[in-house]
C-alpha cells in the first residue's frame, strides 16, 4: 500500500462499525451504528482515503481486470 497510514485510519474506524454492530439492544445498536458510520466517513475524509483512491483509478484506469472491479464497486 502506498500510504500505509490510511491503512490505520481504516483499520480503526472499520471496527467501530463492527463494534456497533454486534453489541447492545436494537435501539442502541441503531444508534450506535449511525455514530460508527459517521466517524468511519469523517476519518475517510479527513485521511484522503477518497483522493488517493480516485488518483488509483486514474493511473488504472486503462488496465482491463481494474476497469471490471471498479464497475462491479461502483
Known sequence: MDNPQLKEVCLKATEGVETA???GSKHTKVE????ANTTLL???STADVITVFQELEKKRSN???FKAM???LH
Open 70 to 72: 471498479m464497475n462491479y
Open 63 to 65: 488496465n482491463t481486470m
Open 21 to 23: 454492530c454486534s453489541v
Open 42 to 44: 469523517e476519518a475517510l
Open 32 to 35: 450506535s451504528v449511525k455514530q
